[in-house]
């Protein structure tokens, strides 16, 4: 009875006017920079923020959403950074980016994304197989091993088979800066969509099954290995095409960026935005992102800062900020509209009373 | 979910299934358990545990607290792997499947202490048992496809017919950790039923419910084997439920039948009486 005074916007409308949103996000965003209102520093930032955003949503998919708690996923930005990095300086894709070919550098960007993805999907399906036998504790620990595996890894091997590859300690350099601000938001809404869609499908279903009750759900026929392994999987793969544009950001990547702290970084994103909530990651990854470079001047002192507002979080908001409240455009919309309108409301008893 | 008339059949609970009595030769049951047993380091939760369920029998397991009936449960859907014996679900042996793949054979469950999911809404609850009955695949959800649209439409539209048995399609938006205990009950039978079984074991399912919300459950047992043609295995301390509905008893004490059979069996039978009261002294 209540749900009467709301308009349910058709499918197809919806989409489209979270896709027009959007656009008009990047058109607004794109405007700023352009005529200097935000400032080459800050778009910098922009991007630092989307690249945030992507490792936040997708850590969020396995802790959020299918309710484990990995501790290693710096160790998949990792993997995607190498995987990423090694192709692009492998391809003409510096020579072009410089010379502003956008147009012919554009297949060798999405392959790279696209190879970055792969390859730390990979890894976490390896990882993911015999980690998710584990839970809690458990799997935090396997899950932090194998970060600092892959970081020391990436600190001792400078060659394999005699080609220089990854540079050690040394780093990694002179990478083919793809990570523009364009790019990026694209990325971070591909990234959000595509979350999105499997979350409302069986398959998103499935995994938040397994975080209710892990028991139930096997009861009613959910291969509960097999979802936990997708979502592990999904969530390695969007850190990996976030480690690629964090490589073409920087254009050099050292291994000791991948330290643990990185891992804990982003779980904090997750944890303080809410876990289970897409929209509480971006905003704490956005919010923690701008406070941390406005905090750039005490230095490690914001690490404190960053504990004292978890304590404070698990003391006031112990389920994060937003719940697991979802935010969803054309909802807020379909109340407003309700709210106009009313139909059905005061017509409808006239109507019925004409009837009598 | 229409079932081949011919596999219908009756039976009560057979005493043993190495001899098959007479009456019973010429059926399948839907459930079969030879000489099942468990072990808990040196405890034996059950032993010895013979039954065979016919397909559209509602049968009782009943005995007092701590006779090992949950166990049983747990033992049938794999929840626990037995030590002895065998399970027989529609002739094929379940030995080495996983919960998953017993839930795939064709048996739902309850569960005594509810495990519903308890932050998603009460539809999602039911699409979660109806998993299977959808078939679009990942890159079918991420990019509409119009398998995703028909799979979804058809689920929800069954989601709200099973959810109609108990009167529940107004509540689909709710999350099903507010709804209240009975309700919360009900949704999970539905949820099992979603899954599309042969079998379904109720755990208590009136537990916590007043004597009308009790009467109306008993209805709405016998309506859903009459509807779905289905095996229901139920455990519960409610004697009016279980005399009144169940064809086929069987009366668990110490992990051991003491006794099986028809209602009016049980109630005259002494070991049971012995097994709720204690023996009586002698004079």
């Known amino acids: 009875m209540m749900k009467q005074n709301r308009i349910r916007i058709p499918m197809p409308l919806r989409y489209l006017i979270n896709i027009l949103l959007t656009v008009a996000l990047w058109g607004a965003l794109t405007a700023l920079i352009a005529g200097g209102v935000i400032t080459n520093y800050w778009s910098g930032i922009l991007v630092t923020i989307g690249i945030n955003i992507i490792l936040a949503v997708s850590l969020n998919v396995a802790t959020g959403y299918l309710g484990q708690l990995p501790l290693g996923h710096a160790g998949f930005m990792a993997v995607g950074a190498y995987a990423g990095s090694i192709y692009m300086k492998a391809t003409p894709l510096g020579e072009l980016i410089r010379s502003g070919d956008t147009l012919a550098a554009l297949p060798y960007m999405l392959v790279a994304l696209v190879l970055s993805g792969v390859v730390a999907g990979l890894f976490g399906l390896i990882i993911g197989i015999p980690a998710l036998r584990l839970k809690g504790d458990y799997l935090a620990i396997i899950t932090l091993g194998f970060g600092e595996i892959i970081r020391v890894v990436l600190t001792n091997i400078d060659s394999v088979l005699g080609f220089k590859f990854t540079y050690g300690a040394a780093g990694l350099k002179q990478i083919p800066k793809i990570s523009s601000f364009t790019l990026v938001f694209i990325c971070v809404a591909v990234t959000c969509l595509v979350i999105h869609m499997v979350m409302k499908s069986r398959h998103g279903r499935a995994i938040l099954s397994i975080r209710e009750n892990e028991i139930a759900a096997e009861s009613v026929g959910i291969n509960t290995t097999y979802y936990k392994v997708m979502a592990f999987v999904m969530s390695a793969f969007f850190a990996g095409i976030a480690g690629c544009l964090y490589a073409g950001y920087l254009g050099s990547l050292f291994p000791s960026t991948f330290k643990f702290m990185k891992s804990i970084e982003i779980l904090v994103m997750v944890v303080l935005g809410g876990m289970g909530s897409m929209l509480g990651s971006v905003l704490s990854a956005t919010v923690l992102t701008v406070i941390s470079e406005l905090l750039r001047s005490v230095g490690d002192l914001r690490m404190v800062f960053y504990s004292l507002a978890l304590v404070l979080m698990m003391i006031f908001r112990p389920k994060g900020l937003l719940g697991s409240y979802d935010f969803s455009m054309s909802r807020i919309l379909e109340k407003a509209l309700g709210f106009l309108f009313r139909p059905g409301t005061r017509k409808a008893q006239k109507k019925g009373g004409a009837a009598k | ?283």
């Open chain 2, 1 to 283: 979910m229409k079932r081949d008339p011919r596999t219908v059949t009756k039976l009560v609970p057979v005493p043993s299934t190495n001899i098959i009595p007479e009456r019973d030769v010429d059926k399948s049951p839907i459930l079969e358990c030879r000489h099942l047993g468990i072990d808990f380091g040196g405890l034996t939760a059950v032993d010895d545990f013979n039954m065979a369920i016919g397909r559209t029998e509602i049968a009782g397991l009943i005995g007092p607290n701590g006779a090992g009936k949950t166990t049983v449960f747990n033992l049938l859907t794999r929840v626990y792997q037995p030590t002895r014996g065998t399970v027989l679900v529609d002739g094929h042996d379940t030995a080495g499947k996983t919960t998953t793949q017993i839930s795939h054979m064709g048996i739902a469950r309850t569960f005594q202490n509810i495990r519903l999911f308890k932050e998603l809404t009460v539809m999602d609850n039911v699409l979660i048992g109806l998993h299977h009955e959808m078939d679009y695949r990942l890159p079918g959800a991420i990019f509409r496809l119009p398998g995703y649209w028909r799979g979804e439409r058809i689920a929800r539209d069954r989601a709200r017919e099973l959810l109609g048995i108990f009167d529940m399609q107004d509540m689909v938006d709710y999350k099903a950790g507010s709804l209240p205990y009975g309700a919360q009950r009900r949704l999970e039978i539905v949820r099992a039923l979603a899954t599309g079984p042969s079998l379904l074991l109720l755990d208590e399912p009136a537990a916590g419910m007043n004597p009308s919300e009790t009467a109306e459950l008993m209805d709405n047992i016998v309506r859903i084997r009459d509807t779905f043609q289905i095996a229901i295995m139920l455990i519960e301390h409610d004697m009016n439920l279980v005399m009144g509905i169940c064809e086929g008893i069987c009366v668990l004490n110490f992990g051991r039948i003491i006794a099986k059979g028809t209602p009016e069996d049980i109630q005259a039978n002494p070991a049971v009486i012995e097994a709720y009261l204690g023996k009586k002294k002698e004079a």
